[in-house]
């Protein structure tokens, strides 16, 4: 939070929400409830599951909140309280949360094949909603580094910490990720243009 | 050494105090027995009424209808009365009971074509291989239905569960408002099942080429179905989650899919119809 | 630097598409090779707008209407209850005084719900639901998620007031919201007051069946809750024809409470 007066209110309603008032509660909900959808959904793809997902992400923080004492940002404790409720729906349904795999894998995963060919670049900006697919098709694993680095923002040694892995895979994941984006774009752009 | 004897002697006064007290209540709160008998003809009508207290029925031999009245007190009597093919009995309490002793269980012998009404408060209500129609109706209740055919069976509840087992050929309704409802091999015309917070359990074939409606507000509905189902399938929750485990053929409908919120399609030949709904609750179908 | 050499050392280097200074070596490739300089230039492109996904999306108003249902039922929501006392019971009665108001009453509430569900507008689903009070702003880019939500809202669509019932019968003896102090929260909303058919009836339970009056009560509060949850939702997507049906369904429950409880005390 950077606004000054938004931070007082959101220590207020969260004085307010641990005396059980409902308006509190609604007031840190919609505070918050765009990052932590967000979250969901670019992690699950499934607008009806990103819904459970930050329903109870929400619910586990409101039924601690009564133990936040403020020493770390509101929206840090939440925005890991999400990550950690996303992973484990992920885990129970025995997705892959990221790959085990350090090292580059077959050639048909590429990036060795754009090497020395000049394929059309991506121009300066993509398309959101493109990009929101592109993410969608992603392999669980890539989509989970992808989204909780390049859209979340979370550092490798935070998410090495969060998924289990090490910082060399987090960052070859990630890398990966990105490379695979960057083909579906380009498809994607090439469909668009077929069609016109 | 009297302080001793003194304190002996309140011991044992005590002691018999206890011990008479327990056999005056006991006996107070002997059981008694009565029995009525009736002579029906066909299609007779029965209703059975008791605020505090089980029934019981079963069918019986011939055109008789015996009625067995367990009282737990004298606080409470019974009234009945025969008109013709139709009998009213109907527990009386009296001034000072209460649910222990306004106490009366009823168990019923009638004729296996006979319509029946039970109402009781505590319950519970049971109720077997018959084949006339079935009202029951409990607050607190919890009713059993199993081995009924060919009869239509209503249950009111106000949180009491019902059971239904093995009951064919009839319309089946059942409302409750947050009690949960069990069906188990229920097939029929009309099976509706309705509850509020409950939830509803369905284990069957939905067979009959029937129709059938499950609907709660915020109960979770599960249907347990052989893979040779024969069903045209609609599910909607508005904000539950809903699924399926097995394929479903697609369905043309003007009601629009939404996934995870709804799903409809066909198994088999769709020779029935099921429609799942809840407001909040989780709508799943599972393959057996 | 050779193009697989740069291959090997890109998951070190492109990280957050920062101008972090990449080691000259690198910087020569990219200028004498367009395709790996393309490759980078992708992929901080891809990094950098990603960031605009973070918040990006807007859940559907249901999700907080279904975690305050939670936290009600968990007492997390804990505000005052001012309930106004009822009837204090009489001494007890044999249960042979009729309550023959309750019959009507019963279908007075059903013949409510079904005036309530029949005379609301609704509107095309697909384009024109109008979304109510907006207070948050609605994201430029925002489009239904799947084509299985088409029919749903617009997703962008926002609003920090809290839901609520407004049509007859609404009665959560509650009293009215504390005032807000978070400038951007909602208005103080007032919980409606218990209808007068619903205290009459509690009343006669009280006097007839004391020993009932807290089942029937919690069986009401359950009841009226329902019709409340799904008037609220209906508020907000009127052209939900499923959620029409809960209503009705919603106040058929309580049609039948009141019937149970006349089989009860007459």
């Known amino acids: 939070m950077t606004d000054p007066k938004q931070r007082i209110t959101e220590a207020e309603a969260i004085e307010q929400a641990k005396q059980g008032h409902e308006a509190a509660f609604e007031t840190l909900y919609h505070l918050h409830k765009r990052r932590v959808y967000s979250l969901c959904l670019r992690m699950v793809s499934n607008p009806a599951q990103a819904e459970d997902l930050a329903q109870e992400a929400f619910l586990q923080l409101f039924r601690k909140i009564g133990t936040f004492r403020g020493e770390s940002a509101f929206s840090t ?64 694993g890539y989509r989970t580094v992808f989204v909780l680095h390049d859209v979340e923002g979370f550092e ?41 | 050494m009297v302080v001793l004897q003194q304190a002996r002697i309140d011991y044992t006064t005590t002691v018999l105090t206890v011990v008479l007290v327990t056999c005056l209540s006991a006996a107070s709160l002997a059981e008694t027995k009565k029995e009525y008998s009736y002579t029906v003809g066909p299609k007779a009508n029965i209703s059975v009424e008791t605020q505090y207290g089980a029934i019981s029925v079963k069918p019986g031999s011939g055109n008789q209808v015996l009625v067995t009245a367990t009282f737990k007190s004298d606080n409470v009597e019974v009234d009945q009365q025969q008109n013709g093919n139709r009998i009213e009995i109907a527990s009386h309490l009296l001034r000072g009971k209460d649910a222990q002793t306004g106490h009366i269980d009823y168990e019923l012998l009638i004729p296996p074509d006979a319509t029946i009404n039970l109402r009781s408060c505590s319950g519970p209500l049971s109720v077997e291989r018959l084949q006339g129609d079935l009202t029951l109706e409990g607050t607190d209740a919890v009713v059993d239905i199993r081995n009924v055919e060919n009869g239509h069976v209503h249950v009111r509840t106000m949180r009491g569960p019902v059971t239904l087992t093995d009951v064919r050929n009839g319309h089946v309704e059942i409302d409750s408002i947050s009690g949960e409802i069990h069906l188990k091999a229920v097939t029929g015309p009309l099976v509706q099942a309705r509850s509020g917070s409950g939830k509803i359990f369905y284990d069957g074939d939905f067979g009959s080429d029937g129709n059938y409606k499950f609907t709660t507000h915020t109960g979770d509905i599960e249907a347990l179905v052989p893979a040779d189902v024969s069903a045209a399938f609609r599910a909607h929750s508005v904000l539950g989650r809903v699924r399926h485990d097995f394929p479903l053929q697609p369905r043309h409908s003007r009601f629009r899919e939404e996934a995870g919120r709804s799903f409809m399609g066909t198994s088999g030949l769709a020779t029935s119809e099921v429609l799942l709904r809840s407001f909040s609750g989780k709508i799943r179908l599972k393959q057996r | 630097m050779t193009c697989s050499e740069v291959e090997r050392v890109l998951p070190e280097l492109v990280d957050g598409g920062s101008d972090s200074a990449f080691p000259a070596d690198f910087e020569s490739h990219l200028k004498s090779c367009p395709a790996c300089s393309d490759l980078v230039s992708d992929l901080k492109l891809i990094a950098s707008e990603a960031r605009n996904l973070a918040e990006s999306e807007e859940p559907a108003p249901r999700v907080w209407v279904r975690i305050a249902a939670q936290l009600r039922e968990e007492g997390l929501i804990r505000d005052a209850d001012t309930r106004p006392v009822l009837v204090p019971a009489s001494p007890q009665r044999r249960w042979t005084s009729t309550a023959w108001w309750l019959a009507p009453v019963a279908a007075a509430v059903l013949a409510a719900g079904a005036y309530v569900v029949s005379h609301k507008p609704v509107p095309q689903v697909a384009t024109h639901v109008s979304a109510p009070a907006v ?80 089942t029937y009560e919690n069986q009401l509060q359950r009841v009226n809750a329902n019709i409340r949850e799904v008037q609220a939702y209906l508020d907000r997507y009127p052209g939900d024809l499923d959620a029409r049906q809960q209503l009705m369904d919603a106040y058929q429950q309580k049609a039948l409470l009141y019937q149970i409880a006349l089989d009860r005390i007459q």
């Open chain 3, 135 to 214: 207070t948050t702003p609605v994201p430029q880019n925002s489009a239904p998620k799947s084509p299985d939500n088409a029919a749903k809202p617009p997703v962008g669509a926002s609003t920090a007031q809290p839901v609520r019932a407004t049509h007859p019968p609404a009665p959560a003896p509650k009293s009215a919201k504390p005032p807000d102090v978070v400038a951007s929260a909602a208005p103080p909303i007032a919980e409606p007051e218990a209808s007068p058919e619903d205290q009459q009836f509690l009343s006669v339970v009280s006097t007839r069946a004391p020993s009932l009056r807290a």
């Open chain 1, 77 to 140: 404790w939440l925005h890991r309280m999400t990550v950690n409720v996303v992973l484990m729906q992920l885990r129970k349904k025995g997705l892959p949360v990221v790959s085990l795999e350090e090292t580059l894998e077959s050639e048909d995963e590429a990036p060795r094949k754009e090497f020395g060919t000049q394929d059309a670049k991506l121009t300066s900006s993509i398309d959101r909603l493109q990009l929101q697919r592109a993410i969608d098709r992603l392999p669980p």
């Open chain 1, 156 to 196: 490798h040694n935070e998410i090495a910490q969060i998924v289990g892995c090490s910082i060399g895979n987090s960052k070859s994941q990630l890398h990966k990720a990105r490379l695979k984006l960057r083909d579906f774009l380009k498809f994607m752009r090439a469909e668009k243009a077929k069609t016109g």
